[in-house]
């Protein structure tokens, strides 16, 4: 519908206001702007400076640095020191891991300290590794990343680091290192409505640059930034999304990490998830052995140390 009357159509109205605008106000704008410019350069030779001499100090984290590597890089609040935490083998040579400056690569797992079970007198019921019922692929087999034990519906589930709440309930994907795009994967939720499917999961960066992923909860008792001790209750066991029962689903991984696991093909294709997650570590290598009450010969995992595990080929 045409409006009589109305504004003038674009192009006209520009020319209008070139004829009519006065000469001093473009000069008013030049000078105006040649000021700015006066004031802005310096100041930003001046940010850069600052910027560049933070970069050089040893073992400072510039505020540039990656996310992921400052997050992980960030100590972790109580640390693992405390001496409930820590594991009696830490002897006077072994520096506890989160006073290190740490390097630009995961350190091993071996290194790795103040680890309690998370579940108390859980029994393994599917270790990391390869198996038929695994959702990744790592060197051509499926593969469960992570180790599921159980007890009963209910039970109280720990963390079995100290370390900072990143994530506690249905919105955990962004902490949990896929390497890619993750809005084709938000977006195809949002348009089935299938958040509610997804399980709850709590993410805690453990502060020595690993990230544990606690999954399956029927209830979380933490929320995001809260800062946790090992041991400290973050909620009870369930069997939220994609389980046969109840259990937890423990994983272990290092943002700092360059290998990947490769997600089933037909899984991207269906929920539009990224193809890649950063590799994880067996969390058997980190926590204290021999594990607790519930193991025996009638698991499906053997109770004897673990192995070195060599995640798949770098990116
Ligand atoms: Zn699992």
Do not use: N
């Not at 000078?31 to 040893?58: I, S």
């Not at 083998?89 to 290194?111: C, E, I, N």
């Not at 999961?201 to 640059?209: A, E, Q, S």
């Not at 109840?246 to 193809?275: M, N, Q, W, Y």
Request: proline share 11%; aromatic share 8%.
């Amino acid at each position: 519908m045409a409006v009589v009357g109305g504004p003038l159509p674009r192009h006209r109205w520009k020319r209008w206001r070139r004829l009519v605008r006065p000469a001093a106000v473009w000069y008013k704008g030049d000078v105006a702007r040649h000021r700015l410019r006066l004031l802005v350069v310096p100041c930003l030779a001046l940010f850069v400076g600052a910027a560049g001499a933070v970069a050089l100090l040893p073992g400072v984290e510039s505020p540039g640095a990656h996310p992921a590597a400052a997050a992980a890089a960030r100590p972790s609040p109580s640390g693992g020191r405390t001496a409930a935490a820590a594991p009696a083998s830490a002897g006077a040579t072994a520096p506890a891991v989160d006073s290190l400056v740490l390097p630009a690569t995961p350190l091993d797992p071996s290194r790795l300290s103040g680890y309690v079970w998370p579940l108390a007198h859980g029994r393994i019921t599917l270790p990391f590794g390869p198996t038929p019922w695994g959702t990744l692929i790592v060197d051509g087999q499926l593969f469960h990343d992570g180790v599921d034990m159980a007890t009963f519906c209910g039970d109280r589930v720990v963390a079995a680091h100290a370390g900072t709440v990143l994530a506690a309930g249905q919105h955990f994907d962004q902490a949990i290192g896929w390497v890619g795009d993750l809005q084709p994967y938000f977006a195809h939720l949002d348009r089935y409505h299938a958040w509610g499917t997804l399980p709850l999961v709590v993410i805690v960066d453990d502060g020595d640059g690993f990230r544990a992923i606690y999954a399956h909860f029927g209830k979380i008792v933490v929320r995001p930034g809260q800062v946790v001790a090992a041991g400290q209750l973050l909620g009870y066991e369930g069997e939220s999304g994609y389980a046969t029962g109840c259990h937890l689903h423990f994983g272990l991984f290092s943002p700092l990490e360059k290998a990947t696991f490769a997600l089933r093909p037909d899984i991207v294709k269906r929920v539009k998830l990224p193809a890649l997650e950063i590799a994880r570590i067996d969390p058997l290598l980190v926590l204290p052995w021999p594990a607790p009450l519930g193991l025996g010969p009638g698991d499906r995992h053997p109770p004897q140390p673990p192995t070195a595990f060599r995640p798949a080929a770098p990116l």
